[in-house]
């Protein structure tokens, strides 16, 4: 293939924007800001997850608790009732030691109800701690990802310019290079990572970073600049320039 030395050097101009944009692409898909978001919305969506378990927990105790106070209130009521009833005086004297015994066995049946009262509340206690403190990490870590967000958006929003121009840039470019030439690099550039035309910089490729063999370097020194030839090694389009030592 044939093509002039002007377009080749267009063609290598060509590969330095695209090699720009390569370079622009990875650093918005990698942006430190974007892996520590990342990260705390790992976090997030795991400490959400311990506080809708830690709320159905809650949930259960709540009604745990409900039963033992209703429990406690029952034996409260009936000791009440049999209380008066005592103080009444009506009934036989046997009725009344009856009642007496009933209402000591209710004294302790509340005791007991009520250590099951206490021991449900602290439960409760704990587990809403556990909630609020959550709801603290989450509000803090909530308002760190925010912030990041922020930053990160700031740094997209220029890669995004940059990225705008460099397209602008490329196309431009393109369009003054012979259609065969391009087609040619295109199809390198999609099966090489992205470098389709290299630089021979001191008989050296810089796609490949290999050194020409001497045969090589003789034979492209000799080559009329409007041959388009390409490495031995990697296959990429090579262009000479002052630099190229041949």
Same mark, same amino acid.
């Given at each position: 293939?044939?093509?002039?030395?002007?377009? $080749?050097?267009?063609? #290598?101009? #060509? !590969? =330095?924007?695209?090699?720009?944009? #390569?370079?622009?692409?990875?650093?918005?898909?990698?942006?430190?800001?974007?892996?520590?978001?990342? =990260?705390?919305?790992?976090? /997030?969506?795991?400490?959400?997850?311990? $506080?809708?378990?830690?709320?159905?927990?809650?949930?259960?105790?709540?009604?745990?608790?409900? %039963? &033992?106070?209703?429990?406690?209130? !029952?034996?409260?009521?009936?000791?009440?009732?049999?209380?008066?009833?005592l103080a009444s005086g009506t009934g036989s004297p046997?009725? /009344?030691?009856?009642?007496?015994?009933?209402?000591?066995? /209710?004294?302790?049946?509340?005791?007991?109800?009520?250590?099951?009262?206490?021991?449900?509340?602290?439960?409760?206690?704990?587990?809403?701690?556990?909630?609020?403190? *959550?709801?603290?990490? @989450?509000?803090?870590?909530?308002?760190?990802?925010?912030? *990041?967000?922020?930053?990160?958006?700031?740094?997209?929003?220029? @890669?995004?310019?940059?990225?705008?121009?460099? $397209?602008?840039?490329? &196309?431009?470019?393109?369009?003054? @290079?012979?259609?065969?030439?391009?087609?040619?690099?295109?199809?390198?550039?999609?099966? %090489?990572?992205?470098?389709?035309?290299?630089?021979?910089?001191?008989?050296?490729?810089?796609?490949? $970073? #290999?050194?020409?063999?001497?045969?090589?370097?003789?034979?492209?020194?000799?080559?009329?600049l409007d041959e388009v030839i390409r490495c031995e090694?990697?296959? =990429? @389009?090579?262009? =000479?320039?002052?630099?190229?030592?041949?």
């Amino acid at each position: 293939m044939r093509a002039t030395a002007i377009d $080749q050097e267009r063609l #290598l101009e #060509l !590969q =330095r924007i695209d090699t720009q944009i #390569l370079q622009a692409e990875h650093r918005k898909k990698s942006l430190a800001d974007l892996v520590e978001i990342s =990260r705390l919305e790992s976090q /997030l969506s795991e400490l959400s997850s311990e $506080q809708n378990h830690l709320a159905v927990d809650e949930g259960d105790i709540k009604r745990e608790l409900a %039963k &033992a106070e209703e429990d406690v209130e !029952q034996v409260r009521n009936r000791k009440k009732k049999d209380e008066a009833r005592l103080a009444s005086g009506t009934g036989s004297p046997k009725d /009344l030691e009856n009642l007496q015994h009933e209402v000591a066995t /209710l004294e302790r049946r509340i005791a007991e109800l009520e250590e099951v009262e206490l021991e449900v509340m602290l439960r409760l206690e704990e587990v809403s701690g556990k909630i609020a403190a *959550l709801a603290e990490e @989450i509000t803090g870590k909530t308002g760190e990802k925010a912030t *990041l967000e922020a930053v990160a958006n700031e740094k997209l929003d220029e @890669i995004k310019r940059e990225l705008a121009k460099l $397209q602008g840039d490329r &196309a431009d470019i393109r369009a003054t @290079i012979d259609g065969e030439l391009i087609q040619l690099y295109e199809k390198i550039r999609s099966d %090489k990572g992205g470098i389709g035309a290299a630089e021979i910089i001191r008989r050296r490729c810089t796609g490949c $970073q #290999l050194d020409l063999t001497a045969a090589d370097a003789a034979r492209f020194g000799s080559t009329a600049l409007d041959e388009v030839i390409r490495c031995e090694e990697c296959r =990429r @389009i090579l262009i =000479r320039t002052a630099d190229s030592g041949l």
